[in-house]
């Protein structure tokens, strides 16, 4: 949608974001960027790495292709934003598929389910979910608990009541993840960057996720970095109002976002996931192919053919969104008494918002403890 068409005034992040999220008719998608295709043009910069940052050993161990070979890029207008179109060696995305529905929703990481389910019933959600994705009966079967995933928080726990992470509600954060981030964020220019707080949102194909602002982290100087994997989606980047007409792409499987500097603050939302287009999905890794026997890799290990049969058919109409955060400065730590509220909008209750992506409306589907898969639908 042309910028030309909002007035100026209103809340044209809102508008679009609805533009965007119409069924019927369906939207033109044509001023949607899609960096997979892309060239650097008049709104696509390339964007400034540094290869010396990680060997392309220390990059295969993580599942990434060598840096000089990513294809990465800036956008006019939006300093620091660093888009990375699907940097992964290929079949190596079938590793953090699996790490995604299998152990980060394990205890002692939270997720929406515990909201109002005892831990013994959500200790193991994929143990309890795969009958489920092995059996097609055809019939029409209870969702599993894999399906009802909604959220999961890792390291630092997001409240998305109080909107803010507290020192006492801690656990450790995945090792591989933070390795993966440490090493991406490293090939941006951020070396020393320390995964302390993650957000895994899991996305079906009606879902949407409002405009918001992260800032409920206490040092803004570090970046915030995002995975993306399954289906793909289309990511809205605004300005620092509500009035700046936001910037549609898509966001494809294995595509990464770093929103730094003067653009680590600036509102975004998801207002729909499509289809993955042809040669967009996650494969699994070859156990026999030299890219699994040439990184000999101390963190990914190879996903069994019954885990990816489970995952390849979740992530056949489902988007897994994985944000990484780094809370706190250097030196820095939590102050005596809780902060108030840290984010400007309603937050993501949760990650997702059903109506018209407004927050600031308060018209919340449903609370951070809710887990109805029927809320999150549009
Ligand atoms: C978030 C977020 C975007 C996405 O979790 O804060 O903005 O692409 N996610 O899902
Ligand atoms: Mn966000």
């Known amino acids: 949608m042309a910028a030309s068409v909002v007035e100026s005034g209103e809340d044209a992040f809102r508008k679009i974001f609805k533009f965007y999220r119409r069924r019927n008719p369906p939207p033109d998608f044509s001023d949607v960027i899609d960096f997979s295709r892309s060239l650097p043009n008049d709104k696509i910069v390339p964007a400034d790495l540094d290869p010396s940052a990680l060997t392309d050993v220390e990059a295969a161990q993580v599942g990434l292709q060598p840096v000089r070979d990513w294809r990465a890029f800036g956008l006019r207008g939006y300093p620091?934003?660093?888009?990375?179109?699907?940097?992964?060696?290929?079949?190596?995305?079938?590793?953090?598929?699996?790490?995604?529905?299998?152990?980060?929703?394990?205890?002692?990481?939270?997720?929406?389910?515990?909201?109002?389910?005892?831990?013994?019933?959500?200790?193991?959600?994929?143990?309890?979910?795969?009958?489920?994705?092995?059996?097609?009966?055809?019939?029409?079967?209870?969702?599993?608990?894999?399906?009802?995933?909604?959220?999961?928080?890792?390291?630092?726990?997001?409240?998305?009541?109080?909107?803010?992470?507290?020192?006492?509600?801690h656990t450790p954060f995945?090792?591989?993840?933070?390795?993966?981030?440490?090493?991406?964020?490293?090939?941006?220019?951020?070396?020393?960057?320390?995964?302390?707080?993650?957000?895994?949102?899991?996305?079906?194909?009606?879902?949407?996720?409002?405009?918001?602002?992260?800032?409920?982290?206490?040092?803004?100087?570090?970046?915030?970095?995002?995975?993306?994997?399954?289906?793909s989606a289309i990511f809205l980047l605004g300005g620092t109002h509500r009035q700046d007409p936001p910037t549609a792409m898509y966001m494809h499987s294995g595509d990464m976002m770093l929103m730094s500097g003067q653009s680590r603050l600036l509102y975004h939302a998801v207002p729909r996931i499509l289809p993955a287009p042809e040669g967009h999905t996650a494969s699994k890794m070859d156990p026999c192919s030299p890219i699994s026997l040439l990184q000999d890799s101390p963190v990914m290990e190879t996903v069994s053919e019954e885990d990816w049969r489970v995952c390849?058919?979740?992530?056949?109409?489902?988007?897994?969104?994985?944000?990484?955060?780094?809370?706190?400065?250097?030196?820095?730590?939590?102050?005596?008494?809780?902060?108030?509220?840290?984010?400007?909008e309603a937050g993501q209750t949760g990650g997702y918002h059903e109506g018209d992506g407004d927050q600031d409306s308060g018209k919340r589907k449903r609370s951070s403890s809710c887990d109805s898969a029927d809320a999150v639908e549009t």
């Not at 939270?110 to 959500?122: G, K, Y």
């Not at 200790?123 to 019939?139: A, T």
């Not at 390795?179 to 957000?199: D, M, N, R, W, Y």
Request: charged share 20%; aromatic share 12%.
């Open 312 to 344: 390849s058919r979740y992530i056949q109409s489902s988007r897994v969104n994985v944000t990484v955060r780094q809370v706190l400065g250097p030196g820095q730590s939590f102050p005596e008494t809780p902060s108030p509220p840290q984010r400007t």
């Open 80 to 169: 620091g934003f660093i888009f990375i179109s699907n940097p992964f060696l290929l079949g190596s995305q079938s590793f953090w598929v699996k790490q995604c529905l299998k152990t980060y929703p394990q205890k002692p990481n939270v997720c929406n389910l515990d909201m109002h389910m005892s831990p013994s019933e959500t200790q193991d959600i994929w143990g309890k979910s795969v009958h489920g994705f092995r059996n097609s009966s055809g019939k029409r079967e209870p969702k599993t608990l894999l399906e009802r995933l909604r959220w999961v928080t890792l390291g630092y726990h997001y409240n998305w009541d109080t909107k803010t992470y507290s020192e006492n509600h």
């Open 174 to 231: 995945p090792t591989d993840l933070h390795s993966l981030s440490s090493k991406v964020t490293a090939a941006c220019g951020f070396p020393g960057f320390i995964a302390e707080a993650g957000i895994l949102n899991f996305y079906r194909s009606d879902s949407s996720l409002g405009i918001h602002v992260d800032e409920s982290e206490l040092d803004h100087s570090r970046p915030l970095l995002s995975f993306s994997f399954g289906q």
